[in-house]
Every structure is written in structure tokens, then in C-alpha cells.
């Protein structure tokens, strides 16, 4: 028993030590990031302010992140409709083989992303990034969604059309409102695998990078590894918060339909 | 337990050679039902009998092959659910769990014409007719589910349909909120006078709440009566196993210048009439059923109303208000089984006793051999 506590406490540390150490040197005066620790200072981050490429490279980043996640839901509620409230043949294959790119390397996908692209005589940029996003944000937002479409007694549509609704009003009044959370978790979470990634922005961002392309090529100045540290720790605290914030509305969701917790992401 | 038939108008739903095939799955066959207005009809029978596919037949819900589903004269072929005068009350009573009790039941009145301190009131009144006066701000998910069933029957009277159909609607109720809810049904239809189809498995469900009853088997109507018939003089073996406990006893039936005479194993010969064949006098083998309560078992000095059987005492159990006892005739197989009422003062016959058994010709039930 002991033991496995033991091993359970260090494997949380190995886990999350390294993260720890982002703030902990991005508020250190010191541009070595070096233990002892020299002094307390919010310096790394007025230096952010001052790094307009980074400006640059961020906004292209939210962009391509909310795009990505948009067009990864609207695919993500037809799938998960195909899957939950229709039956045809090689079904169950047809979710597989969606589901596919959960499990692909990012950089099979990237590389033949970039050689497809470029073979079409077409030129990257932020549109390719956004259809790479979009393609291994997709599997997640239908793996969300399908359990909240799946979660939906059927019955509810049933009865809204039974009681004179038509099917689109009844998708509207009845449908999207339970879905929601799923739909709001599914967003955040798409958002915030694309505002993190970085092999498939790496090969197809073109000129214009991303926010942790940027921060890649900023690995080469030592002066600015600090910065880096500032805006990691920035990148890990709004990750964290819209996790929570996704996983809210899926719980909120699932008990607001009376249903048990089948667990989600968290 | 039958509260006395109403009469009932003329055929709201004719239902004619309803078929319907799921691939191989022949889950209608050949239905023919006339339903009058104002009566509270139930299809009842075990599960997969094709009883639910038959009420969301009715409901627009579900295609059917070939026939004809009639509501006042109208056919109904591709008239979809929602353009249908019949407003249904779902097994899991599908309340929107994110609209308050009052959205819940005013849902159906969106696009009526009426303003809307109409519509609220309309959806209010419905509310106390389903005794939940008082609860329309509540939040719908938090409601137990007797609660959700009233509402469920209060968002589909609001509309005023001429056929309320009900899957299953006490199924999820425990037993206690069940007895009071079909009370509750009952009293509720006669006050609103609208025809109320209802799909149940449970038979004393049935039999407690019907004006009629139609029984079914394998996508097939087997009998359609009201419950005492239904209960007295059911067509076959299985309808009468299936409602109530029937006794069953081997007999060969024989006629004598025009009448019928049935010699059942244990008991002797017996005059019997037509009419205790439901499906007709079956001459030679035969089976004779019977129900528990219409034998008695005498005591000392009590004479037979009727006829008189020597048995002796197998099994006795004990509920209180009343006693089960199973006994077995001389020369039968199988024991038969006896409620009897108790009586204060008088004890129960222990297991192995000789006892007594009245009978009555009149009460038996006569099937032919493959009936």
C-alpha cells in the first residue's frame, strides 16, 4: 500500500514537475534558467508586450484555432447524428475509420498534408493549418458529441414532434438546447488542441507561424528564453481554465438530462 | 375490480389488415379494431407481442405495410405524427428537462392561435386536472416520477386530442404510486371524455382500467372483449393462462340428444352449455379450465352449492387475507389450485389434509385440445 503511494506521488511529479518549473523561472530575474533562483520579477512579461512578431503569430493562432474549432464541431454533430439516431450498413466501420486520425501520427499527417498540397500547385498557409486542425480536431468533437447525442433519450424528439412540432423545429427547440454542453465542450476542447499544436502548423504554416512555431524558433536566442517561459506559463494556465470550463458544461450537461457521469476527458 | 362499463360512441379508430414486416419480423398480422370515442381501450400482452409497434402505428411513429389505420373516418396513410389527432404519453414520459413544468406542458400550444396569458392558462388548468396546481415554475428535471408522468398526461391533454395513446405509462412507477395513477387514469378519462389507448404487459392493469381489452401474441389479436369476458370466457389456453391463474384439466366432451356433457379427470361429468366454449364445442378431447376462486373448500357440516370432489391438501400459502392452497383431485396429475377468503374464526387446513372441494359446472371454461 505504502509503496503504491509512493509510486503514485513520484509519477505526479514527473508528470508535472516540468510544468511547475515554467512559472517558477518566468518570474525569475535570472536570463539563465539555472537553479538557485535570483530574484522575483514580472519583467519576461512586459517583454512580451514589446515582441510584435509574437503578437502577430498569436492572433494567427486564434484564428486558425477558432476556425478549426468551429468547422470540427458542425462535422462533429453530423457524425455524431449519423452515429446515434440512423442504422445502415458498415456503420460501426464508417465511425472507425473517422475516428482514425486519433491515433495517426501528426507527422504522417502533416508531411502528406504538405506533399497533397503542394502537389496540387497550391500554397500553404493559414487555410492548410486550419484543414489540418480541423481534420485531428474532429475525431474529439465527435467522441463528445456522440455521447451527448447518445445520452438524449429519443423519446424527447419523439414527443416534441408528436406534440406538433416539425423535425427542424423540434432540432431546434428540443435537440440543440440538451446537446449544448456537448456542443460547448466539444468547441473548447477542438480550440484548444489546435491552439497547441504544433507538428501539422510546423510544415504547413507557410510565412505567417503560430503561435508555438514562433515560440520553437524563438528556442534559438537564449536572451529570450525567459519570454518563452512567461508565454508558457500564459499557454498552460488558459489551457488548463478551458478544459475545466469544457468539462463543465459536458457535466452540467449530463445532469441537467439526469443522466449518470460517464466520464468525458476529465 | 372492474368499475362498471360506460357506453362508448361510435368507431373513432378502425384500424383494417394492419401488416407490418421488419425484414423477416412479421410484427403486425392482419389487424382489424374498431375503437369507440370516449373508451379507454388497452392492447395488452407480453413483451414483443407487437402491442407498442401497434400504438406508435396509430401515433404516425411507425410505416406499415398494408391495410387501412382509420381516425374519425380519415385514412391515415402518410399523415405524419405531428399532423395526427393523437398526442401520446411515452414510456420514459420524454419530459424536456430544460423547460420548467409550465414550458413542458404549454410546448404543444406554440403555434396554436391563442394569445399567451391563454396559453398559460390553458397549460395551468391542465395542471390541476393532473392535481400538480401550483408546480408550473418548477424545474422539470427535478420532479419524482409520478410527478413527470402528470405532466407528461398534462402536455398531451393540453391539446385536446381525440385519442390519448399511453406506452407503458406506470411501468416505472412502484407499486403503491401505480395503484393510485390507475385510479387516477381512469377517473381522469371519464372527466375529459377523450378515447385513451393503453399499452401494458401488467393484466390486472388491464383488467382494472379497460372498457375493452385486446389481447395479443405474436403481432396477432388473439381476443378483443371487455375485461369480465375477457376474464371468464377467455378464447384459448393461452389467453387464459396469460390473464389471471386458470386450473387446467384433462376431459372428453360427448352430446346427448342436443346436450353437452364433459367428463373431467377428478371432478366427474358435468353438464355444459355453449356458451362455456368460447371457441367453440370441442366434441371429444378436450381440456377443462377453471379460476381459483370458483371453488371453495367445504368445512364440516357445509354442503357442495353444486358438486362435490374429494382432494387432498398439497400446498398452502398464506397471505393474510387470503389463502392459496394447491390440491389434487383422485386419479388427476397435476394439483389444482384454490383461493379462498379468509374467515375469522375458522383456520387453515394444513398440508396433507383431506378436504372437500366444491365446484360449479357453470364456472368452467372448455377448450378443445389444440385451443
Not at chain 1, 508528470?15 to 539563465?32: C, D, E, K, Q, R
Not at chain 1, 519576461?44 to 503578437?55: A, G, K, P
Not at chain 2, 398452502?316 to 379462498?340: A, C, H, L, Q
Amino acid at each position: 500500500m505504502k509503496s503504491l503511494k509512493t509510486y503514485a506521488i513520484l509519477y505526479l511529479i514527473f508528470l508535472y514537475a516540468p510544468i511547475f518549473l515554467l512559472p517558477l523561472f518566468a518570474f525569475n530575474s535570472s536570463t539563465v534558467i539555472a537553479f538557485p533562483l535570483t530574484s522575483f520579477t514580472t519583467e519576461w512579461f512586459t517583454t512580451l508586450l514589446t515582441l510584435t512578431e509574437m503578437h502577430g503569430a498569436l492572433l494567427n493562432s486564434l484564428k486558425i484555432a477558432l476556425t478549426s474549432a468551429v468547422l470540427a464541431t458542425i462535422l462533429g454533430i453530423f457524425a455524431a447524428m449519423a452515429a446515434t439516431r440512423y442504422t445502415f450498413p458498415g456503420q460501426k466501420g464508417i465511425m472507425g475509420f473517422i475516428m482514425l486520425p486519433l491515433v495517426l501520427p501528426e507527422i504522417i499527417v502533416a508531411v502528406s498534408l504538405l506533399i497533397v498540397i503542394l502537389r496540387m500547385g497550391f500554397n500553404t498557409g493559414a487555410w492548410s493549418v486550419i484543414a489540418g486542425h480541423t481534420l485531428i480536431c474532429t475525431p474529439f468533437a465527435i467522441a463528445i458529441l456522440q455521447s451527448a447525442f447518445a445520452s438524449l433519450d429519443p423519446s424527447l424528439e419523439e414527443a416534441a414532434y408528436d406534440l406538433g412540432e416539425t423535425p427542424a423545429s423540434t432540432f431546434r427547440l428540443v435537440t440543440l438546447p440538451l446537446v449544448m454542453p456537448g456542443i460547448i465542450s466539444a468547441l473548447l476542447i477542438s480550440f484548444t488542441i489546435s491552439m497547441d499544436e504544433f507538428i501539422i502548423a510546423f510544415f504547413l504554416t507557410g510565412a505567417e507561424p503560430t503561435l508555438p512555431v514562433y515560440l520553437f524558433s524563438m528556442m534559438r536566442f537564449p536572451k529570450l528564453l525567459p519570454a518563452v517561459m512567461a508565454l508558457g506559463t500564459i499557454l498552460v494556465v488558459l489551457s488548463v481554465l478551458l478544459i475545466v470550463i469544457a468539462e463543465f458544461f459536458r457535466r452540467r450537461g449530463a445532469k441537467r438530462a439526469g443522466l449518470k457521469d460517464t466520464g468525458g476527458f476529465l | 375490480m372492474t368499475i362498471k362499463k360506460k357506453p362508448t360512441g361510435p368507431a373513432l379508430i378502425t384500424l383494417q389488415n394492419v401488416e407490418k414486416h421488419y425484414g423477416d419480423y412479421h410484427a403486425l398480422r392482419g389487424i382489424n379494431l374498431e375503437i369507440g370515442t370516449g373508451e379507454f381501450f388497452s392492447l395488452l400482452g407480453p413483451s414483443g407481442c407487437g402491442k407498442t409497434t401497434l400504438l406508435r402505428t396509430i401515433a404516425g411513429f411507425e410505416d406499415y405495410d398494408s391495410g387501412y389505420v382509420l381516425i374519425s373516418g380519415r385514412d391515415m396513410r402518410g399523415v405524419p405524427a405531428n399532423k395526427r389527432p393523437t398526442n401520446m404519453v411515452f414510456q420514459s414520459y420524454a419530459i424536456f428537462p430544460h423547460l420548467t413544468v409550465l414550458q413542458n406542458v404549454a410546448f404543444g400550444l406554440r403555434k396554436s392561435p391563442m394569445s399567451k396569458a391563454e396559453k398559460t392558462k390553458a397549460a395551468e388548468d391542465a395542471l390541476e386536472m393532473v392535481g400538480l396546481k401550483g408546480y408550473g415554475h418548477r424545474a422539470a428535471h427535478a420532479l419524482s416520477g409520478g410527478q413527470r408522468q402528470r405532466v407528461a398526461l398534462a402536455r398531451a391533454l393540453v391539446l385536446k386530442p381525440k385519442v390519448l395513446l399511453l406506452d407503458e405509462p406506470l411501468s416505472a412507477l412502484d407499486r403503491k404510486m401505480r395503484e393510485q395513477m390507475q385510479v387516477e387514469l381512469i377517473k381522469l378519462q371519464r372527466e375529459v371524455g377523450i378515447t385513451f389507448i393503453l399499452v401494458t404487459h401488467d393484466q390486472e392493469e388491464a383488467l382494472v382500467m379497460s372498457d375493452r381489452i385486446a389481447v395479443m401474441f405474436e403481432g396477432e389479436i388473439v381476443q378483443c372483449d371487455d375485461p369480465e369476458v375477457l376474464y371468464r370466457r377467455p378464447k384459448s389456453k393461452r389467453v387464459a393462462d396469460f390473464i389471471g391463474v386458470m386450473n387446467f384439466l384433462p376431459a372428453t366432451v360427448s352430446e346427448e340428444n342436443g346436450t353437452y356433457i364433459a367428463s373431467v379427470a377428478g371432478l366427474g361429468e358435468a353438464e355444459i352449455t355453449e356458451g362455456q366454449c368460447p371457441a367453440g364445442v370441442p366434441l371429444g378431447e378436450a381440456t377443462v379450465g377453471f379460476r381459483p376462486e370458483t371453488l371453495t373448500i367445504l368445512y364440516e357440516g357445509q354442503t357442495a352449492t353444486h358438486r362435490e370432489a374429494p382432494a387432498k391438501v398439497e400446498e398452502v400459502v398464506y397471505y393474510g387475507d387470503m389463502t392459496y392452497y394447491d390440491v389434487r383431485f383422485e386419479g388427476v396429475e397435476k394439483p389444482v389450485r384454490i383461493s379462498m377468503r379468509n374467515i375469522f374464526g375458522r383456520d387453515v387446513l394444513d398440508v396433507g389434509a383431506s378436504a372437500r372441494v366444491s365446484w360449479s359446472p357453470g364456472a368452467l371454461v372448455v377448450f378443445g385440445a389444440d385451443q
